[in-house]
């Protein structure tokens, strides 16, 4: 049986279809009519989106197919659950997409699993795998777990997932192509991995509670950026760090009014215990720090405040540094993917302030009040070098869909992944 195929022209649809209509079909599948250039990934998606809805589990892309147009189809055809298949266009970009294909599909998996299956360990186990199965032995990997986190002073990550009768982890990963262990770490990653946020004792509604399986976004989406620079040849050594906890209600979980206080010495009260990544991305940030990379990237789904700001389109980009930050917005350009910055200033540090530490971990209003996604870069400022050099923080508005969209299905997106990738291969170079 013939696979079916689609493929793109820039005539009008035939008369029984309409001269307005973006999709016909014939006797070998479907033919998607773009309108022009300007809006053909867009009318990609939402075609990608139709046939996917009509269950159609395997397609050909047939004929003219540039490498932008290819992922956006992939993008809206690769649905949750049972994702169909895609066989590329026969051109110079077949290796290329299917190995970010690949990263894509780990990574939206990943997020769109549920979070009974994915624990803080769990998490960490299928990180580390899939790393190795890509990097072979240039990747090693570490783990801190549960109270080991205490007693090596990760304070964060500890607290935050002490509610949880499963452990709180943190993962570090080594990927070192020369294999000489005093070579220099050339890049960290840090990923938030809250792998379910209830909002602790700050707990949030049912409705915002529902798909809070996606809060370990960032640490999918920094795993899958550096497994598919990787899988490009990357020949620097980078260090993964994922903080990965479950924020739950127990006799034991965390409170409001507690004041952690970090390897580094800042002393945080907590107001809001639903305000719980930057507590754990703040552990991860330090050790990055220790590392001594002059390229920090943190990732993390981690205020409502940049989706209010920049919807479902854009991951906002925050950073201390003019270079980092046009870096990571030039390495967005360059792979299509929409980033965008935001504010941040030294003195977004001072805008949580507490009358008992050095600072609190939000405001205590709903969301955190006014410029919450730039007052959460400025805590995170606090837990890197002193200019904030070299780092650049992601607030991951676009990285799922609650629901299907025209143009996405629902869950995870993967969007970031490449221009982390390139980012990995580029900065500094």
């Not at 009509?54 to 290819?70: C, F, H, S, T």
């Not at 991995?193 to 529902?210: A, N, R």
């Not at 009014?257 to 390897?263: E, F, Q, S």
């Not at 809001?272 to 789904?301: C, H, K, M, S, W």
Request: proline share 4%; hydrophobic share 40%; net charge negative.
């Amino acid at each position: 049986m013939a696979i079916f195929s689609v493929s793109l022209t820039f005539d009008k649809a035939p008369a029984p279809w309409g001269d307005s209509s973006r999709l016909s079909f014939n006797e070998q599948g479907a033919v998607i009519h773009l309108s022009n250039e300007e809006n053909a990934e867009r009318e990609i998606r939402q075609a990608g989106r139709r046939i996917d809805g009509m269950n159609i589990n395997e397609v050909q892309l047939q004929g003219d197919w540039a490498k932008a147009y290819q992922w956006a189809f992939a993008m809206s055809y690769t649905r949750a659950r049972q994702p169909g298949r895609i066989h590329w266009a026969d051109n110079n970009d077949k290796q290329t997409i299917e190995k970010e294909y690949q990263a894509l599909l780990f990574t939206r998996k990943l997020v769109n699993d549920t979070p009974e299956d994915l624990s803080p360990e769990n998490l960490a186990l299928r990180a580390a795998q899939w790393l190795q199965s890509v990097g072979g032995d240039k990747v090693t990997t570490t783990t801190i777990v549960g109270e080991g986190l205490k007693k090596a002073g990760w304070t964060g990550i500890y607290n935050v997932g002490r509610g949880s009768e499963r452990p709180p982890v943190l993962l570090e990963v080594d990927y070192n192509p020369s294999g000489d262990p005093q070579a220099p770490v050339d890049a960290a990653l840090v990923g938030k991995g809250i792998t379910f946020d209830s909002g602790g004792y700050s707990i949030k509604s049912s409705e915002g509670m529902l798909d809070m399986k996606c809060d370990m976004g960032g640490a999918a989406t920094v795993t899958g950026a550096l497994g598919l620079a990787i899988s490009q040849g990357l020949n620097k050594r980078v260090r993964l760090l994922l903080c990965c906890a479950e924020n739950l209600i127990s006799g034991h979980a965390y409170k409001l009014g507690d004041v952690l206080t970090y390897k580094n010495g800042v002393s945080v009260e907590i107001v809001n215990t639903d305000a719980e990544g930057r507590l754990v991305l703040a552990d991860g940030l330090l050790r990055a720090t220790e590392l001594g990379a002059p390229l920090i990237i943190n990732a993390a789904t981690l205020t409502g405040a940049a989706t209010v700001a920049l919807g479902h389109d854009y991951h906002g980009v925050f950073s201390l540094d003019d270079k980092a930050r046009q870096a990571m917005l030039a390495a967005a350009q360059g792979e299509n993917e929409k980033f965008w910055p935001l504010p941040l200033e030294r003195w977004h540090q001072d805008k949580c302030p507490s009358a008992f530490a050095d600072t609190a971990n939000s405001r205590p209003q709903k969301g955190g009040g006014v410029g919450g996604a730039s007052n959460a870069a400025g805590f995170l400022s606090r837990f890197v070098n002193e200019q904030g050099t070299g780092w650049v923080h992601l607030d991951l508005a676009a990285a799922y869909h609650g629901t299907a969209t025209s143009e996405m299905p629902a869950g995870a997106t993967g969007k970031g992944i490449r221009a982390i990738a390139r980012m990995l291969q580029t900065y500094g170079s």
